[in-house]
Nanobody, 127 residues
Framework: QLQLVESGGGLVQPGGSLRLSCAAS????????IGWFRQAPGKEREGVSC????????YYADSVKGQFTISRDNAKNTVYLQMNSLPPPDAAVYSC????????????????????WGQGTQVPVSS
């Protein structure tokens, strides 16, 4: 059974850093595109970043370029999201998701294209 489990969330000071993990079980992570999404209270879920299956091509939302870094450790079957210089507006529930197809530069950020989701991890940013 395909399962994703996020961890690493927690309260962070403005300007601080946090690394989220997305651990996969029941499938080989390298065979899937993994996306990170976030949803703040009262807002729609938005794509933050994704890493492609195979070649590991990465994609980022404009709002996090230069601030967030996505990476994959195949030996640990885990994808990471390193978040630096977090401002309060970045507070949200962060979730990872998986899909079998390669990402497209335009549609990688569409949640409906992903088949499996983790339960999410909360990242509050103190103001």
């Amino acid at each position: 059974q395909l399962q994703l489990v996020e961890s690493g969330g927690g309260l962070v000071q403005p300007g601080g850093s946090l690394r989220l993990s997305c651990a996969a079980s029941g499938f080989t992570l390298d065979d899937y595109t993994i996306g990170w999404f976030r949803q703040a209270p009262g807002k729609e879920r938005e794509g933050v970043s994704c890493i492609s299956s195979g070649d590991g091509s990465t994609y980022y939302a404009d709002s996090v370029k230069g601030q967030f870094t996505i990476s994959r450790d195949n030996a640990k079957n885990t994808v990471y999201l390193q978040m630096n210089s977090l401002p309060p507006p970045d507070a949200a529930v962060y979730s990872c998701a998986a899909k079998r197809t390669k990402p497209h530069w335009l549609t990688w950020r569409w949640p409906r294209l992903y088949d499996s989701w983790g339960q999410g991890t909360q990242v509050p940013v103190s103001s």
